[in-house]
């Protein structure tokens, strides 16, 4: 029989070869949840969708993130975390994402959102300029909506993101119009072709 191997390194032999969904958080962020981010010492084997750039925005003082995937551009909006919802944010981003996807009218069970997910985790920022662009840009959207709206409990927060979501964007190098799309669109394409809509 061979060794036995010791507790630890079959814990880190899980943890690095277990897929697992990389949220890159923004500096910014990062300040305010320091101790719930895992240093990157190694190469991430990520769940289906990829990885994902989280940055932070506030809306009457309360803090909200806005999450989104690299492959699709598609965004999720967390309203008002609070530091004690930071342990938790595995079950709050799976819980924000599928809803946002029944709002937007992509039928997918919650089984199938644990599947294409797995464990979160939070990473240091990557350096995704071109992700950290497209959220600038849908920044400049929350802060007009922000001034409309008054209050985060008066902000239809499904609607804006659906409405983010349908923005039109380009994925390409080329400036055609043929190379235009949106996240909506994208997200719909990916999970039709790994099958993961109902």
């Known amino acids: 029989m061979g060794k036995k191997l010791s507790e630890s390194w079959v814990k880190k032999d899980i ?3 277990c897929m697992l ?3 890159h958080i923004s500096r910014k962020l990062e300040k305010l949840i320091k101790k719930w981010v ?3 010492t190694h190469n991430i084997e990520n769940a289906p969708l990829g990885k994902w750039n989280a940055t932070i925005f506030f809306v ?3 803090k909200c993130w806005l999450i ?3 492959k699709t551009q598609y965004h999720v909006i967390l309203p008002d975390i609070k530091a004690a919802d930071i342990a938790d944010i595995d079950r709050i ?3 924000a994402f599928y809803t946002q996807l ?3 009218s992509i039928s997918i069970s919650l ?3 644990n599947r294409l997910l797995e464990d979160v985790h939070l990473y240091p920022t990557d350096n995704d300029r071109s992700t950290t662009a497209y959220q600038n840009q849908r920044l400049l959207d929350l802060d007009y909506w922000k001034y409309e709206y008054q209050s985060l409990e008066y902000m239809p927060i499904r609607d804006l993101t659906n409405r983010i979501n349908k923005t039109p964007i380009n994925l390409t190098s080329k400036k055609r119009f043929s190379g235009y799309t949106d996240a909506l669109t994208e997200m719909k394409r990916f999970l039709d072709t790994n099958a993961m809509v109902k």
């Open 15 to 17: 943890y690095i070869y």
């Open 93 to 95: 981003f799976k819980r």
């Open 102 to 104: 029944q709002y937007d």
């Open 111 to 113: 089984d199938n959102v």
């Open 60 to 62: 009457d003082r309360k």
């Open 21 to 23: 969904t990389a949220i």
């Open 38 to 40: 895992v240093p990157q």
């Open 68 to 70: 989104t995937n690299a």
